[in-house]
């Protein structure tokens, strides 16, 4: 056999060294743009992440519960958990004793980016009264993002990023 005839290497050939360079761009090319649409989505999540506050103002006028989101999506407030006494309450009306008050219904509504709503506010008659129950009362929130990632937070405003917004009937606050 000829030394000019002697069979050339497979992955020594021209045509085959272009076939794994492209092969190898090819793979270059689909990682990064793996990469890219994980990062875009960060990205998309992170722009709408809803962060709800609970806060609560009182002066010797009024006294009141607000609501704000100060996260830069809207909020989806699934549900809402009152308790006085420990116990769960369905309206704020079944606290003993509750003063006259203004509301708003704070459960199953959407609260946009940089809102506030005002659940709960007391005249200048109800602010003592409300202030001695204030102490046993608490809330607590659950509410999703529109990508359904979904938070528990409550007069502490920690809120912790949870599954999905569930609850029995029997704890949920109607107002």
Known sequence: MNKDMK???WYKKPEMIVALSALLMSMVTTIVGVYSAS???????????PRLEFYQSNNNKAFSYGI???GTGPALIKYAIVTYDK??????????????ITQSHMSTRILPS???????KTDKKGYEPFKKLNDNIS????????YEECWLTTRKNNPILIEHCEVDDALKFNQ
């Open 39 to 49: 990062i875009d989505r960060a990205y998309a999540r992170a722009s709408i992440w």
């Open 87 to 100: 116990k769960p309450i369905k309206h704020w009306s079944d606290i003993p004793n509750f003063p006259e």
């Open 114 to 120: 940089q809102h506030t709503m005002t659940p709960l």
């Open 7 to 9: 069979a050339t290497k």
């Open 68 to 70: 704000s989101n100060n």
């Open 139 to 146: 809330v607590t929130i659950c509410y999703c993002s529109i």
